[in-house]
């Protein structure tokens, strides 16, 4: 049974920092991309970043480069989002997904929800102003 779980989420002012984790459990996790997706009430769930099938490639939204690092340790089967200069518009649900059907990066394909076989039930992030 494929399990796939966030942590990390909370309040935290503009400006500030928060690391997310994804622990995924019950799949090879060498063999699945990782990427991390936000909501918010009323919108449609957006990419915010990705990395590649055994860590090689990373990817982000426009929005977040230069801000927010991908990164994982496969020995752990976890994947972190460290999100710096957060804006109080960054206010979501935070949700890490697993695919092995995803496009390989340089392709922007990760953004799409539809590729992603596994999904957590989401950590919330909020940042207040």
């Known amino acids: 049974q494929v399990q796939v779980v966030e942590s990390g989420g909370g309040l935290v002012q503009a400006g500030g920092s928060l690391r997310l984790s994804c622990t995924a459990s019950?799949?090879?996790?060498?063999?699945?991309?990782m990427g991390w997706f936000r909501q918010a009430p009323g919108k449609e769930r957006e990419g915010v970043s990705c990395?590649?099938?055994?860590?090689?490639?990373?990817d982000y939204a426009d929005s977040v480069k230069g801000r927010f690092t991908i990164s994982q340790d496969n020995a752990q089967n976890t994947v972190y989002l460290q999100m710096n200069s957060l804006k109080p518009e960054e206010t979501a649900m935070y949700y890490c997904?697993?695919?092995?059907?995803?496009?390989?990066?340089?392709?922007?394909?990760?953004?799409?929800?539809?590729?992603?076989?596994?999904w957590g039930q989401g950590t919330q992030v909020t940042v207040s102003s």
């Open positions: 997904a697993a695919s092995c059907r995803v496009p390989s990066l340089p392709k922007r394909d990760w953004i799409g929800p539809g590729w992603y076989d596994y």
């Open positions: 019950g799949l090879t996790f060498d063999d699945y991309a």
């Open positions: 990395i590649s099938s055994g860590g090689i490639s990373t």
